[in-house]
Nanobody, 125 residues
């Protein structure tokens, strides 16, 4: 089993930046990849981007490309989501998710085995 915990949500003004952390614990050696998702009330969970747990492989949704950056620190079992130039439409609950098998469809929430509890990000309009 793997546990995921997101850290770093909050309120940030439009145009500002915020970095979220996702700390994994447990059997992290079994992981192949970690992704970030976000969700607003009444909407489906939206994939933002993902990274392979080891080796190369970094992918983004077109909606955040150029503003958001995913990175990792394997020594700390942590994956980061750096968000820049935040907009009110980025307001959501942000989740990290991990999977053991190599991803076929990175954007599908059903392909992930482990989820964090989510952290709120609010960008007031």
């Amino acid at each position: 089993q793997v546990q995921m915990v997101e850290i770093g949500g909050g309120v940030v003004q439009a145009g500002g930046g915020l970095r979220l952390s996702c700390v994994a614990s447990g059997r992290t050696s079994a992981l192949s990849s970690v992704s970030w998702f976000r969700q607003t009330p009444g909407k489906a969970r939206e994939w933002i981007g993902g990274i392979r747990w080891t080796g190369s492989g970094l992918y983004y949704a077109d909606s955040v490309k150029g503003r958001f950056t995913v990175s990792r620190d394997n020594a700390k079992n942590t994956v980061f989501l750096q968000m820049n130039d935040l907009k009110p439409e980025d307001t959501a609950v942000y989740f990290c998710a991990a999977r053991e098998e190599y991803a076929v469809n990175w954007a599908s929430p059903t392909e992930y085995d482990y989820w964090g509890q989510g952290t709120h990000v609010t960008v007031p309009s």
